[in-house]
């Protein structure tokens, strides 16, 4: 048994050493893991439909990217690798490469150069977090409104949502500390660049949930991204935050009556990784077509489906118009300067490390 | 059926406060839906209160109350939100109509046991309302996402185009959405394939255990049952987490030693995973139907020359046919339904609907999922139907009568 494993992993060091030029060496079929919904529609119509095209491949689309770090560890474990290609966010990519359940990328090598040559490094920038981790989109987690529902003035900033004199209702809220404890910190008087350091004493902890105390009996407390937008089209909340991409649909695709909040919006990255254990032709293959899919050309394409922001600086000229909609999507990401007045962006090495305390801490408020 | 009991009149002080009972109850409805349910009760009971003794002792015409009745709730119902209110107001007019006349007139009494006492007429028709109340809270669930799936919008919300009616806000487009997605189409066609092939292994795996078990001498009865019935009560996501490592060596030495490609190595472990969950409903069932099998028939066939096979299927077989149906369309639908076993085994290749479903129920609430859930329990009730016909014959051959 060790021999034959021996030498079927000799034979594929072999294999995959004579393959670095060899297209034919490639595996016809692909699966794919995002997390569904308009999102994966997106990345179909961007990256999934071009590529199979052009090169004859089979690709299945797994929707299983919210539990992406478990199923992998199982795979792994089990020795049975069944993705090529995981969309993830970059929280979980790190937690990916640092068990080496990821393999590392090397940006100028395995990606593609900006058309005016700039190198992938340099196009992607600040939003290379990790070594395994190569950044699709920008989105941010910000809050909508219904513009029927919460009074003669609308709110223009985030602390509307602990004001529940001035604007009486439900609000939905994520059930994580991550973002309402920043928030929080923020509508209780905290300065904007002391938030962190403020969040990492037990005395900040405990003043955030103070603050989110306040609010408690009014907020519906939400799991997956789809929830808001459904709350909202209920009216059983007046605000909830949610996904800016979930929010564009509600508002411009289904005419919900419901408007953008975008102050204290938190930005934070997608992107793909690819799973370390890949047979040589599998591997050959998602590295081919994440090359394809995060070019210049292509990241722009993804914003015609939805209001997410092209991770390369070389792709925001490119940003045209929503497919079907036929209006200008540039007004509607993210990162446009008047939407992007007051912003955070995710602080990684932050919740790396306090995660796991706050969120007990968090958890066990909740229960209260 | 004729009247058992003369009937009479009945006072006021009964029809009253009876009938203010029946529209507390529907004000406890409406109360709750508008914020609070004990005004609803109140105003409910009043209201039904005030037209009974309206009815009785002023109108005094039981043809023009009706109408009264039919056409006062209708035009409540129009000016609070239009016509489709409006017919259902109309139609609880007339059932309160009805009502307090069946009350007043004492028809409840006529069509009962001319002995019994008023505590078992009350208790008569009581029982009759909790069986209905339990129905609704078992079936409403159901019915409530049906007109849901004609919903024009992408979300899981009663629209108010939807109450009023109003055709512009229904739509057929989560159906064709459910026809012409890639996604919706590959997992109807993966739960099309591997539900059929688990079902032939669960029943001729199952049938020929039960068909074992029921032998007089076979020892450690009891054990291998209860190991046989197993994966029906050890919870799902045990044995999923179990079959997951199992399966992905199996898989692992389909693809690696037998040169199997991936995909295929994939239908036969979720079809072998789903087979073992179907196993126990055919074992149950069809020893059930054994129970009623009369072992001198396979002696009488022994006896004229028949040998084992050929008394099973000539004798046996027939006879038990309606218990491995009826087994077969239970590991149907465990099979058809099933989600956390598939989710472990399976790989996105093989993503069946209620896979499909789950995903998508999480990560986007699109009405398709309803659509598909409406077709679902169509098919559902049709194989319902079939296993309850069986069921009859099989009680009928035996002599007995259906219960």
């Given at each position: 048994?060790?021999?034959?494993?021996?030498?079927?992993?000799?034979?594929?060091?072999?294999v995959a050493?004579?393959?670095?030029?060899a297209?034919g060496?490639m595996?016809?079929?692909?699966?794919?893991?995002?997390?569904?919904?308009?999102?994966?529609?997106?990345?179909?119509?961007a990256?999934?439909?071009?590529?199979?095209?052009?090169?004859?491949?089979?690709?299945?689309?797994?929707d299983?990217?919210?539990?992406?770090?478990a199923?992998?560890?199982?795979?792994?474990?089990?020795?049975?690798?069944?993705?090529?290609?995981?969309?993830?966010?970059?929280?979980?990519?790190?937690?990916?490469?640092?068990?080496?359940?990821?393999?590392?990328?090397?940006?100028?090598?395995?990606?593609?150069?900006?058309?005016?040559?700039t190198?992938a490094?340099?196009?992607?920038?600040?939003?290379?977090?990790?070594?395994?981790?190569?950044?699709?989109?920008v989105?941010?987690?910000?809050?909508?409104?219904?513009?029927d529902?919460?009074?003669?003035?609308?709110?223009?900033?985030?602390?509307?949502?602990?004001?529940?004199?001035?604007?009486?209702?439900k609000?939905?809220?994520?059930?994580?500390p991550?973002?309402?404890?920043?928030?929080?910190?923020?509508?209780?008087?905290?300065?904007?660049?002391?938030?962190?350091?403020?969040?990492?004493?037990?005395?900040?902890?405990?003043k955030a949930?103070?603050?989110?105390?306040?609010?408690?009996?009014?907020?519906?407390?939400?799991?997956?991204?789809?929830?808001?937008?459904?709350?909202?089209?209920?009216?059983?909340?007046?605000?909830?935050?949610?996904y800016n991409?979930r929010?564009?649909?509600?508002?411009?695709?289904?005419k919900?009556?419901?408007?953008?909040?975008?102050?204290?919006?938190?930005?934070?990255?997608?992107?793909?990784?690819?799973?370390t254990?890949?047979?040589?032709?599998?591997?050959?293959r998602?590295?081919?077509y994440?090359?394809?899919?995060?070019?210049?050309q292509?990241?722009?394409?993804?914003?015609?489906?939805?209001?997410?922001?092209?991770?390369?600086?070389?792709?925001?000229?490119?940003?045209?118009?929503?497919?079907?909609?036929?209006?200008?999507?540039?007004?509607?990401?993210?990162?446009?300067p008047?939407?992007?007045?007051n912003?955070?962006?995710?602080?990684?090495?932050f919740?790396?490390?306090?995660?796991?305390?706050?969120?007990?801490?968090f958890?066990?408020?909740?229960?209260? | 059926?004729?009247?058992?009991?003369?009937?009479?009149?009945?006072?006021?002080s009964?029809?009253?406060?009876?009938?203010a009972?029946?529209?507390?109850?529907?004000?406890?409805?409406?109360?709750?839906?508008?914020?609070?349910?004990?005004i609803?009760?109140?105003?409910?009971?009043?209201?039904i209160?005030?037209?009974?003794?309206?009815?009785?002792v002023?109108?005094k015409?039981?043809?023009?109350?009706k109408?009264?009745?039919?056409?006062g709730?209708?035009?409540?119902?129009?000016?609070?939100?239009?016509?489709?209110?409006?017919?259902?107001?109309?139609?609880?007019?007339?059932f309160?109509?009805?009502?307090i006349?069946?009350?007043?007139?004492?028809?409840?009494?006529a069509?009962?046991?001319?002995?019994?006492?008023?505590?078992?007429?009350?208790?008569?028709?009581?029982?009759?309302?909790?069986?209905?109340?339990?129905?609704?809270?078992?079936?409403?669930?159901?019915?409530?996402?049906i007109?849901l799936s004609?919903?024009?919008?992408?979300?899981?919300?009663?629209t108010?185009?939807?109450l009023?009616?109003?055709?512009?806000?229904?739509?057929?487009?989560?159906?064709?959405?459910?026809?012409?997605?890639?996604?919706?189409?590959?997992?109807?066609?993966?739960?099309?394939?591997?539900?059929?092939?688990?079902?032939?292994?669960?029943v001729?795996?199952?049938?020929?255990?039960a068909?074992?078990?029921?032998q007089?001498?076979?020892?450690?009865?009891?054990?291998?049952?209860?190991?046989?019935?197993?994966?029906?009560?050890?919870?799902?996501?045990?044995?999923?987490?179990?079959?997951?490592?199992?399966?992905?060596?199996?898989?692992?030495?389909?693809?690696?030693?037998?040169?199997?490609?991936?995909?295929?190595?994939?239908?036969i472990?979720?079809?072998?995973?789903h087979?073992?969950?179907?196993?126990?409903?055919?074992?149950?069932?069809?020893?059930?139907?054994?129970?009623?099998?009369?072992?001198?028939?396979t002696?009488?066939?022994?006896?004229?020359?028949?040998?084992?096979?050929?008394?099973?299927?000539?004798?046996?077989m027939?006879?038990?046919?309606?218990?491995?149906?009826?087994?077969?369309?239970?590991?149907?639908i465990?099979?058809?339904?099933?989600?956390?076993?598939v989710?472990?085994?399976?790989?996105?290749?093989?993503?069946?609907?209620?896979?499909?479903?789950?995903?998508?129920?999480?990560?986007?609430?699109?009405?398709?999922?309803?659509?598909?859930?409406?077709?679902?329990?169509?098919?559902?009730?049709?194989?319902l139907?079939?296993?309850?016909?069986?069921?009859r014959?099989?009680?009928?051959?035996?002599g007995m009568?259906?219960?």
């Open positions: 048994m060790k021999l034959t494993k021996t030498l079927l992993a000799t034979t594929a060091l072999t050493a004579g393959m670095v030029n297209d060496h595996s016809s079929e692909l699966t794919i893991v995002s997390w569904g919904g308009a999102y994966s529609a997106s990345q179909k119509g990256y999934h439909d071009p590529y199979a095209e052009a090169n004859g491949v089979t690709i299945i689309n797994d299983s990217s919210a539990e992406a770090v199923k992998l560890r199982a795979m792994s474990e089990a020795d049975n690798v069944t993705w090529d290609v995981v969309d993830v966010v970059a929280a979980d990519a790190i937690r990916l490469c640092d068990e080496g359940l990821a393999m590392e990328i090397d940006a100028d090598t395995m990606l593609a150069d900006a058309p005016d040559g190198k490094s340099e196009d992607f920038g600040d939003l290379l977090v990790s070594d395994c981790f190569i950044p699709q989109i989105y941010s987690t910000t809050f909508g409104y219904r513009t529902l919460v009074g003669d003035t609308a709110p223009t900033t985030v602390c509307a949502v602990f004001d529940t004199d001035a604007y009486p209702g609000r939905a809220l994520e059930k994580r991550i973002n309402n404890m920043e928030w929080a910190l923020l509508c209780d008087g905290v300065a904007k660049g002391d938030v962190y350091d403020v969040l990492a004493t037990q005395e900040g902890q405990d949930l103070a603050k989110l105390d306040t609010i408690k009996d009014d907020v519906i407390w939400w799991s997956a991204g789809a929830d808001t937008p459904q709350l909202l089209a209920d009216g059983e909340v007046i605000m909830g935050s949610t991409g929010l564009f649909a509600a508002i411009e695709e289904q919900l009556p419901v408007a953008m909040l975008w102050d204290a919006q938190v930005f934070d990255l997608d992107g793909w990784i690819i799973p254990g890949l047979s040589p032709e599998r591997q050959a998602a590295l081919d994440i090359m394809f899919a995060t070019d210049t292509r990241l722009a394409d993804q914003a015609q489906y939805i209001s997410y922001g092209p991770a390369r600086k070389s792709s925001a000229p490119l940003v045209g118009k929503h497919i079907s909609l036929g209006i200008d999507m540039a007004p509607h990401m993210p990162t446009d008047n939407n992007a007045k912003t955070f962006l995710y602080n990684y090495e919740w790396a490390d306090y995660r796991d305390d706050i969120d007990a801490k958890q066990a408020w909740l229960a209260k | 059926m004729a009247a058992l009991t003369p009937i009479s009149r009945k006072p006021l009964f029809v009253l406060p009876t009938a009972a029946a529209g507390g109850g529907f004000g406890l409805f409406l109360g709750t839906g508008n914020g609070s349910g004990l609803g009760v109140l105003l409910g009971a009043a209201v209160a005030a037209i009974a003794y309206g009815f009785i002023v109108i015409n039981e043809g023009l109350a109408w009264i009745s039919i056409v709730f209708a035009f409540v119902g129009y000016i609070y939100s239009g016509v489709a209110l409006a017919i259902t107001a109309g139609l609880i007019g007339m309160y109509h009805w009502l006349y069946w009350l007043y007139e004492g028809r409840y009494r069509k009962l046991l001319p002995y019994l006492t008023p505590g078992q007429v009350a208790w008569h028709y009581g029982f009759r309302c909790i069986a209905g109340v339990i129905f609704i809270f078992l079936i409403t669930p159901i019915l409530v996402i007109p004609f919903n024009a919008q992408d979300f899981f919300t009663y108010p185009g939807m009023r009616l109003d055709p512009d806000a229904y739509s057929l487009k989560h159906y064709q959405d459910f026809f012409t997605n890639n996604e919706w189409q590959r997992s109807m066609k993966n739960s099309l394939i591997i539900a059929p092939f688990a079902t032939i292994i669960s001729s795996l199952g049938t020929l255990a068909v074992g078990l029921s007089s001498h076979m020892p450690f009865k009891g054990t291998i049952m209860a190991i046989l019935i197993s994966p029906m009560i050890v919870p799902l996501i045990i044995s999923a987490t179990g079959m997951f490592f199992f399966y992905s060596d199996l898989g692992n030495f389909m693809e690696n030693t037998l040169g199997m490609s991936k995909n295929f190595a994939g239908y472990k979720v079809i072998l995973a087979a073992v969950l179907g196993i126990p409903f055919v074992i149950i069932t069809v020893t059930a139907t054994l129970v009623g099998f009369d072992q001198s028939l002696r009488a066939a022994a006896n004229m020359g028949a040998g084992p096979l050929t008394t099973f299927f000539r004798i046996q027939p006879l038990i046919l309606p218990g491995v149906i009826s087994g077969g369309l239970f590991a149907f465990t099979s058809f339904d099933e989600v956390v076993v989710l472990f085994v399976g790989s996105a290749g093989q993503k069946t609907l209620p896979w499909q479903m789950f995903t998508g129920l999480r990560e986007q609430i699109s009405p398709t999922i309803l659509a598909v859930a409406t077709i679902l329990v169509v098919v559902s009730i049709c194989l139907t079939v296993v309850e016909l069986l069921r014959r099989s009680e009928r051959l035996r009568s259906p219960a």
